[in-house]
Nanobody, 125 residues
Framework: VQLVESGGGSVQSGGSLRLSCTVS????????MGWFRQAPGKEREFVAS????????RYEDSVGGRFTISRDNAKNTATLQMNNLRPDDTAVYYC???????????????????WGQGTQVIVSS
């Protein structure tokens, strides 16, 4: 399974960005997806996740109401729409994939087997 991210960049505080992750080499409808981020000098942390069908979603508290995770199983793509961005959202964002038998959204990093290369998001004040 391979993951390719796109959509990072630089934006001013209050702006929006849309990250995409395209998955190849697996059966996408059997894969739960997640987004994580790592800010400079910090550990990588959970941002959002979505179950195989898209019915179940989870968010880290600080992004709830600002970020929306979605997926298109016909296009093998997961998306993270980020609105009202803040400087503390600055980080490298990674998408991750987990083979899943269940309709569940995961938040533990160790549950995810496959990772993208990361895309930089910079939010200036």
């Amino acid at each position: 399974v391979q993951l390719v991210e796109s959509g990072g960049g630089s934006v001013q505080s209050g702006g929006s960005l849309r990250l995409s992750c395209t998955v190849s080499g697996g059966t996408f409808s059997n894969i739960a997806m997640g987004w994580f981020r790592q800010a400079p000098g910090k550990e990588r942390e959970f941002v959002a996740s979505v179950s195989r069908s898209g019915d179940s979603k989870r968010y880290e508290d600080s992004v709830g109401g600002r970020f929306t995770i979605s997926r298109d199983n016909a296009k093998n793509t997961a998306t993270l729409q980020m609105n009202n961005l803040r400087p503390d959202d600055t980080a490298v964002y990674y998408c991750a994939a987990a083979n899943s038998m269940y309709e569940q959204a995961y938040r533990v990093q160790s549950r995810f087997t496959y990772w993208g290369q990361g895309t930089q998001v910079i939010v200036s004040s």
